[in-house]
């Protein structure tokens, strides 16, 4: 029997191609978006997911109340400790610093440029569970210099050799190799290359570090014996911050609070909105592409199901026969859904096929390294199990059910249902394909909207020809530079160099500062960034008030700040901020390392992503001994500038790689996850429109099939091409336009929740509402013309004949 | 074998009510080859189809062996059907995407036969209808008079003891009608019992009785043979 139906199928199949085609392609894309989705959606949610003790081990994160509040990823040096010490539900805890930045590693003369190298506590193998491949666990990271490698690195570093005891230079410190671990999984939220021990650090810094308990800089990992009572236990962090801070903000007469929350390690990926955090997944993406897939499932199904209605009336027959031959309901229902089943299996396959080929697409776009071999694994193979029998039975149930139905006698004498239109039930499938393609569509407008809007909002400063340069850590190379910026500061091509600490457009620190508020001093965390008198003119910043940095002026380094229009309308000094005192580097009553006045007042200048409102800035004189260079460049061509260059550099610091970005592309990066979304919105838009327009072009030809001797009558009786190809199209013109009117508000709603992300954003434009319709009009159109063009040549006699 | 007693049969739409048999009376015994005459829309063809178990009547009753089966349900007629009753078609009602071998196998398929028993009895009964060096061609490679003969080889493949057959020569040119015709009265001669709806007084002529209907009545019996004999 069901080779019977089997036989049955795949000829079928064979027999109408073309419609077999567009039903096994459209599953096959559909099933292919979901693999893709689900892989990305599976993977991260199953970030920090492999450590043992996970359900144990959460990290502490921190709302700092001053004038103002900062909630910040990083914590203080002392809070992991002093827990570990006082609280008996707390087993051990593990905190890293660093990481982000750039090290160089050195083996000899040669130079490594590496991220990802951490300080880290001697306790971090207890806590996570990363494979340490050699060394012991419990010393590896406890004496000072001393350096775990990953296996990777280890390789990169020192071939095929034993690591172990082996020196590496990282930075200006000379570290023993202790121990190699295994390459951490993809899945992990913290990346890691290697891991210093934390004694690494000189012990007055850490000194410091455990004294202040606002000088935060570590992400700490706790662990607690057991899993604990999350609200409980941050009650009992109240007092830990009233035992511990408060006494220390008193004695430093600061005016500030703690709040202490703990996060799961396996929830860490998703949390949003802390200052100083590792790039983070967004679960509301994973929602909206796990919705996306299933509604491209949907459509692919959908095309599947009127296929399969379409073609019911060839199919008639086989059912009165069949059941003249003495079949029940159920035989035919059992043939019919095997028979969807075998096509989604056969369409699993080809989906397979095409996973592969967008495999690489997909991971350029989503920056994640899949394979193919991936979705052999037990968890996507159940996946695709799952979508196979979902698909084939929700798809094929409602098939199976009409035409198992077919009465005998009727189907034999050639009465066919619903034989000649399109059926209700057709119709209202075919809105559900149009309203999520117009969806798609719109979204993909919408969304290029606000890319292109904050890629051309003016920021306050000049972003193009401007070339960020890390100068080497190397101190004795370090040495030789100044001669290199000399030349630099006096090539023709080169029209400014600034120095900074940080890169520029990579963000800011934020520090503790007190201002002068009603004549008193207040302390308040400012974002603030360190460089010299070139910063102003090299970003093109515009003095509103007073004066630039003066290098001349010996006390413009420890007396002076400039700050933004922004800071002066928010310290409450308006038109009047100039010789507004202020203090930074803050030391007990009252005293302060850097203690002067508001020399100027720049114009506000969007120093972070534009998710974030503007906010006070200072800029902070620092003229020597910093390790970033902003350089504007003459506009033009400057590929020959930049090739002198390297050739000078070069020479001056031979294994030192010149590593240089350039600022627009770096600000660019802030808004990476927005143009993966925006892309990966744009692929699966392509994918859904093709999926309609397939079924759309499939099903007009049966409408046509059907209706051909009407169209041979209306031919001899004089109608126009035009004419009957409206007569063909209309329904499907006015289901656009229903689509349309249901898909607007959902997409306003939509959008206007997305753009709540952003502090600056543009508003909703009717015209590209406007311009969705049309794209999705003439995508029809040109679905439609085929058939157009088809009527137009044929004779109407043969449609007649064809009766 | 079959009896139908007050058969009514009437189809209603929104504004016509058509009466397509009205109360209808007629027996045929087992062995007998009846044929079925009549205008158009007298109701040869509702009566086929209700004696096939395909359709229902909207009163009366029809005894099939004694027992009288016009209250059964779709399960049992379907049941009734593929033990007892073989169909012949005027369009032949071959599956386009079967072999002549798998469209005649079909109703063993639903009788649960094994595949070797098949194979055995389907070669068997395309030899006997001239047909077994066609087995692995589809149905639209044949002339009109094969494709009958693949449908009068299947509606006998499971040995039924009613065959029923509606105008089986209607499609078919003289000769392939009498070829057709001698195969019904061969199988008529081994024992099974034929209704046969026709239009054709000469298809007619290869029965032993014809009933004449009109307006979903019957109207005359009358024994071929005694015709021939006169």
Known sequence: MIQNFLKITLRNLARNRSYAFISVFGLALGISSCLLIFMYVFDELSYDNYHEKGDRIYRLSIVNNFQGQMVTALSNYGAGPTLTNDYPEVENYVRFRGGNGEVQLMIDDKVFPETNIWLTDSTVFDVMSYNLLVGEKRTALVAPQTIVLTQSLKEKLFGSEDALGKQVKVNNTMATVTGVMADLPKNSDMPINGLLSMTTMPEQARATFLQDWFRIGFYTFILFDQKPDVSDFETKLKAFEEKYVQPWAEENQIVAGQEYKITPIEEVHFVQGLDFDLPKGNISYIWTFSLLAIFILIMASINYINLSLAQGAKRAKEVGVRKTLGAMKGDLMTQFLGESLLITVIAAVLGLAITELLMNTFNDVTGKTFTIAEVFNPTMMFTLIGIILLVGLLAGSYPALI????????????????????GTLQKSLILIQFVFSLFMITGTILIGDQMEFMRTMNLGFDRENVM???????????????????????????VAVAHTNVPTGGGTAELMFRVERDGVLTEQNIKCFFADEHFVEVLGLDMLQGRNFNAEIATDETQAFIINDYAAKAFGWGDDALDKRMQWGLMANGQATNDGKVIGVMNNFHFLSLHKPMEPFVLCFNPGGMNMLTVRLAAGDFTKTIAAMEEEWNELAPNHEFNFNFLD???????????????????????????????????????????????????????SVANISWILVRDFFYLLLAAFALTTPVCIWLMNRWLEDFAYDTPLHPMSFVLALLLAIALAGITISYHV???SKSDPINALRYE | MIKTVNLNKVYRTEDVETTALNNLSMEVKEGEFVSIMGESGCGKSTLLNIIGLLDSPTSGQLIFDGTDVSGFGERKRAELRKRNIGFVFQSFNLIDELSVFENVELPLVYLGKGKSERKE?????????????????????????????????????ASPKLILADEPTGNLDSAHGNEVMELLTQLNEQGTTIIMVTHSQHDANFSSRTIRLLDGQVVTETSNRVVDAI
């Open chain 1, 403 to 422: 035409l198992s139905s077919f009465k005998p006698v009727r189907v034999l004498k050639g009465v066919i249902p619903n034989e000649g239109g399109v």
């Open chain 1, 468 to 494: 960020i340069i890390s100068l080497p850590a190397d101190t004795n190379v370090g040495k030789r530079m100044p001669a290199w910026i000399e030349q630099l500061e006096n090539s023709e091509g080169v």
């Open chain 1, 665 to 719: 592309e770096l600000l660019d990066q802030n808004y990476q996850q927005e143009q993966s979304m925006g892309k990966l919105f744009n692929y699966f838009a392509v994918i859904s429109v093709l999926i309609a327009a397939l079924g759309l072009f499939a099903l007009l030809s049966f409408s046509i099939q059907n209706r051909i001797k009407e169209i041979g009558i209306r031919k001899v009786l004089g109608a």
């Open chain 1, 789 to 791: 063009f088809r009527i």
């Open chain 2, 121 to 157: 009895i389907v070669s068997a009964m395309l030899d006997r209808v001239g047909i077994g060096h066609r087995a692995k061609h589809f149905p639209q490679q044949l002339s009109g008079g094969q494709q009958q003969r693949v449908a009068i080889a299947r509606a006998v493949i």
